[in-house]
């Protein structure tokens, strides 16, 4: 009567005083075949089979009780958003899906360096969390970390509060907290994860997302996560970008210089590059150490046999990095794009922008190891998954490029103004690939000094060449497996090259009538101060675009730009609209190449605030993006104050980030030190001589930068000239009277570029005096010799050299006169 009571020994109960009876053990009932909820708990990623170069962080994560930011997400119901799921399938019960990401700083060692990082249950990438169709997914972000993060879910459909942009959608998950993300899961395909905090995403924060149909075809898939990885802190790396520090382009062989231009009989190209303001032409924006396949420079899959056909569910989680996919056992068929499924297409070879994934179909045809290969747009590398097991059959490696012929190409595509030349509408969809005349492996492609035919369209036949040695194909990876004399050369082999015109939707995809909205974007950008943007506006300094619910919002983009640029619309998918008309491909990432226009609508169907942007990182952080926000929409529970939240997240493309150059040379010490954010600077420049006849100057301006080219920059200052000996005043050029050695006066003036890159300044100082000069700094003699270059009205002029030995140090020399000749070292920052 009293089952509280509980003894090991035979006697009364001592609240009724009934004899206690042993009681025999129940019977454990039998577990539920389908329970309605269902918690799962992430498992660590199986150890590779052979050892690998790179070591990653344990797998086990420490499991550590840390507060919850939003408890209150736990209990709450699961909201559909504006967007209907599709069916799911009768027989199926939806159950909800539990995952616990711990996120923590870790060391990896990729390159032979060991570096900071930050995984995801101890793995980079993340772990791929997989879910079926109509589940509920509840997933616990527990952040380890000393800094905050946030993580989006990159293509899915949910409530606008859990798609994860630190003061968008949500306030950030402050250090040791816990945040609870809860959506129901309306689609299938592949999609995937990663942090829209800062740089995260560059340090490793990204990983697969895989929705399986109810009734997903019974065929093996592998979640296939490529990416880049760079020693160099992604800060940094930003910061370089924005100080137009070349070290990339010379650690890819990409400076494009003059001995080099006359060598290969482009002089006159490269002049007219110049002429036309346009510094050297450029793929990709970064140099990386490492291209990763689910985290390893070669990952194997050995389990396959001939005969066999393998799903490859493939996201390009690169920051920067385009990637060609090409696959040495035969033809690849592409089955969806962004998690869409489309009309199967058969191709050779594809590009995948950074953050679209695809969805492609292989064969192993026989029991051979076969490669399926992703090498960077700028050919400076590759990364492989094998398939199958026995002698390796590697994929054709791709030469390098020919950036002569794209600067050829750029010249007679812009014009004076800086503006690119728009192709209209029969230059879409990536049927026209004007870096074609780049490639070696296109028909009339890599022949120097010479007229090269018109780019093909990418859809069309190509032919390919002679492969080229590639560095991930060691000869450790080589090993026992013997070619036997086999010819790798597919000179004449026909390629079918993937374009956006040739995917079509399995079903018509034309939206309801409604009120339309049409909304054009001009992608503009600078690359020399690497400042990119819509309509020559970063996020900051535009409003928020408003939009109703229940609207066709039609985006027509020209891109005005020598990049191009994958834009991504946050929670909603989009059409591209191509030639299949009604059929139009659904996506949510359109790659747009430079003087390309396409043209994409959605349907208005959710609310709150959606971000669309660029997704190659460094772009988006430096403000190529906008804000779609719903009239009308509630307000966001966990955007407590919307005013302070703004201010945060505008505070990203408004940064100030630091450069300079100090040269320490036998005659004295010159240099200069930059504050620069995308609009404004603050600059310093002096000369200290080391004889007291040399004297010392500085000069120090504070302007900004203004047009869509950003050639005009204003600007007021102050100027700080002292010598100990004797004052003797002399006439400028101008006929005034210089007092250069005694002066201290402000300054106002206006600098502007020049064809040929010259900045072209003139100003006046608060004594009345004005001043004419003219500068042309870092002029590319070869790919690490320098030369500078300066003079101006008041007889001063400068004319030095600087090698580049690395990022940091040049050795260097110049003549200045008033300091006479120097030489030592000039560390750049």
């Known amino acids: 009567?009293?089952?509280?009571?509980?003894?090991?020994?035979?006697?009364?109960?001592?609240?009724?005083?009934?004899?206690?009876?042993?009681?025999?053990?129940?019977?454990?009932?039998?577990?539920?075949?389908?329970?309605?909820?269902?918690?799962?708990?992430?498992?660590?990623?199986?150890?590779?089979?052979?050892?690998?170069?790179?070591?990653?962080?344990?797998?086990?994560?420490?499991?550590?009780?840390?507060?919850?930011?939003?408890?209150?997400?736990?209990?709450?119901?699961?909201?559909?958003?504006?967007?209907?799921?599709?069916?799911?399938?009768?027989?199926?019960?939806?159950?909800?899906?539990?995952?616990?990401?711990?996120?923590?700083?870790?060391?990896?060692?990729?390159?032979?360096?060991?570096?900071?990082?930050?995984?995801?249950?101890?793995?980079?990438?993340?772990?791929?969390?997989?879910?079926?169709?109509?589940?509920?997914?509840?997933?616990?972000?527990?952040?380890?970390?000393?800094?905050?993060?946030?993580?989006?879910?990159?293509?899915?459909?949910?409530?606008?509060?859990?798609?994860?942009?630190?003061?968008?959608?949500?306030?950030?998950?402050?250090?040791?907290?816990?945040?609870?993300?809860?959506?129901?899961?309306?689609?299938?395909?592949?999609?995937?994860?990663?942090?829209?905090?800062?740089?995260?995403?560059?340090?490793?924060?990204?990983?697969?997302?895989?929705?399986?149909?109810?009734?997903?075809?019974?065929?093996?898939?592998?979640?296939?996560?490529?990416?880049?990885?760079?020693?160099?802190?992604?800060?940094?790396?930003?910061?370089?970008?924005?100080?137009?520090?070349?070290?990339?382009?010379?650690?890819?062989?990409?400076?494009?210089?003059?001995?080099?231009?006359?060598?290969?009989?482009?002089?006159?190209?490269?002049?007219?590059?110049?002429?036309?303001?346009?510094?050297?032409?450029?793929?990709?924006?970064?140099?990386?150490?490492?291209?990763?396949?689910?985290?390893?420079?070669?990952?194997?899959?050995?389990?396959?046999?001939?005969?066999?056909?393998?799903?490859?569910?493939?996201?390009?989680?690169?920051?920067?990095?385009?990637?060609?996919?090409?696959?040495?056992?035969?033809?690849?068929?592409?089955?969806?794009?962004?998690?869409?499924?489309?009309?199967?297409?058969?191709?050779?070879?594809?590009?995948?922008?950074?953050?679209?994934?695809?969805?492609?179909?292989?064969?192993?045809?026989?029991?051979?190891?076969?490669?399926?290969?992703?090498?960077?747009?700028d050919r400076t590398n590759t990364t492989s998954l094998l398939l199958g097991r026995g002698m390796r059959m590697p994929a054709a490696r791709l030469g390098r490029l020919n950036y002569f012929e794209g600067m050829r190409m750029m010249n007679d595509m812009m014009k004076m103004n800086g503006d690119m030349e728009p192709m209209g509408m029969n230059m879409s969809n990536q049927q026209m690939d004007m870096n074609s005349v780049m490639y070696p492996e296109v028909k009339g492609g890599g022949h120097e000094g010479h007229q090269q035919d018109a780019p093909a369209p990418t859809g069309e036949k190509e032919t390919n060449v002679q492969p080229q040695p590639d560095s991930t194909m060691t000869d450790h990876a080589m090993e026992g497996h013997e070619m036997h004399g086999m010819q790798m050369n597919t000179e004449n082999a026909e390629l079918v090259t993937l374009n956006y015109n040739m995917l079509r939707a399995p079903e018509k995809t034309v939206l309801k009538p409604g009120p339309e909205k049409v909304l054009h974007f001009e992608l503009t950008g600078n690359m020399n101060r690497y400042v990119w943007t819509l309509d020559n506006k970063t996020v900051s300094e535009t409003d928020r675009i408003l939009i109703k619910k229940g609207e066709n919002v039609k985006i027509v983009m020209f891109n005005n730009s020598m990049m191009r640029h994958p834009m991504h619309l946050h929670g909603h998918d989009f059409r591209v609209l191509n030639k299949h008309g009604e059929y139009a491909p659904m996506k949510n990432v359109v790659d747009i190449l430079p003087m390309e226009t396409d043209t994409l609508e959605f349907a208005a169907s959710e609310s709150g605030d959606w971000f669309f942007h660029c997704h190659i990182l460094y772009h988006m952080m430096a403000g190529m993006g906008r804000v779609f926000t719903y009239q009308n929409s509630p307000p966001n529970p966990d955007i407590p104050d919307p005013k302070h939240a703004l201010k945060m997240f505008n505070h990203e493309d408004r940064m100030f980030l630091p450069s300079a150059q100090i040269g320490l040379e036998t005659n004295g010490s010159d240099g200069e030190f930059v504050l620069g954010s995308s609009r404004y600077q603050l600059s310093t420049e002096w000369r200290i001589g080391f004889k007291k006849e040399y004297g010392v100057e500085s000069e120090t301006y504070f302007g900004r930068y203004i047009g869509k080219m950003q050639w005009l920059f204003p600007f007021v200052g102050f100027d700080y000239h002292r010598n100990s000996v004797e004052n003797e005043p002399e006439k400028t050029l101008l006929g005034q009277i210089s007092n250069q050695n005694n002066r201290k006066a402000f300054v106002a003036g206006v600098q502007y570029i020049l064809p040929m890159l010259v900045v072209a300044e003139a100003r006046a100082d608060s004594k009345g005096k004005l001043r004419f000069q003219l500068r042309r700094e870092d002029i590319p003699l070869t790919s690490r010799l320098r030369l500078n270059l300066m003079g101006n009205t008041d007889k001063e002029y400068m004319a030095g050299f600087r090698y580049v030995v690395s990022k940091y140090v040049s050795l260097s020399t110049h003549y200045d006169s008033d300091m006479k000749y120097g030489a030592g070292v000039t560390f750049v920052y």
């Open 1 to 377: 009567m009293h089952p509280e009571v509980q003894s090991t020994k035979p006697g009364n109960c001592p609240k009724c005083g009934m004899t206690l009876v042993k009681q025999k053990p129940k019977a454990t009932p039998k577990p539920q075949a389908a329970p309605v909820k269902k918690t799962v708990k992430p498992k660590p990623a199986a150890p590779p089979k052979k050892p690998v170069p790179q070591k990653r962080a344990p797998s086990a994560p420490e499991k550590t009780e840390t507060p919850i930011m939003n408890p209150e997400v736990k209990d709450e119901p699961v909201h559909k958003a504006g967007h209907k799921p599709e069916s799911p399938g009768p027989t199926y019960i939806p159950r909800k899906i539990r995952y616990d990401l711990y996120v923590k700083d870790t060391i990896v060692n990729f390159t032979g360096n060991p570096k900071r990082a930050i995984a995801i249950n101890g793995s980079i990438p993340a772990p791929a969390l997989t879910f079926t169709q109509g589940d509920t997914a509840e997933i616990y972000v527990h952040n380890q970390m000393d800094v905050e993060t946030s993580i989006h879910w990159h293509g899915v459909f949910l409530p606008n509060r859990f798609d994860g942009v630190p003061y968008l959608t949500q306030m950030p998950i402050k250090p040791h907290t816990t945040y609870i993300y809860k959506f129901p899961i309306l689609q299938n395909g592949t999609y995937w994860y990663h942090s829209h905090s800062g740089f995260q995403e560059q340090s490793g924060m990204y990983g697969a997302l895989i929705f399986n149909k109810v009734n997903e075809p019974d065929i093996p898939a592998i979640p296939i996560v490529l990416s880049d990885w760079t020693d160099m802190k992604p800060k940094e790396v930003y910061r370089s970008l924005r100080s137009a520090n070349d070290w990339f382009a010379i650690r890819k062989g990409a400076t494009q210089g003059y001995a080099e231009a006359i060598k290969k009989g482009y002089f006159g190209v490269k002049l007219k590059n110049e002429w036309k303001r346009m510094t050297a032409m450029d793929v990709s924006d970064v140099a990386y150490e490492k291209f990763l396949t689910n985290g390893q420079a070669i990952h194997e899959q050995t389990h396959f046999t001939a005969g066999d056909v393998v799903k490859l569910r493939v996201v390009n989680g690169g920051a920067s990095t385009y990637f060609w996919l090409t696959y040495s056992g035969g033809k690849m068929t592409v089955v969806a794009n962004d998690g869409n499924e489309v009309e199967p297409v058969e191709v050779d070879r594809l590009i995948i922008a950074p953050s679209e994934t695809y969805d492609l179909l292989v064969t192993i045809p026989e029991d051979m190891q076969y490669e399926f290969l992703a090498t960077a747009e």
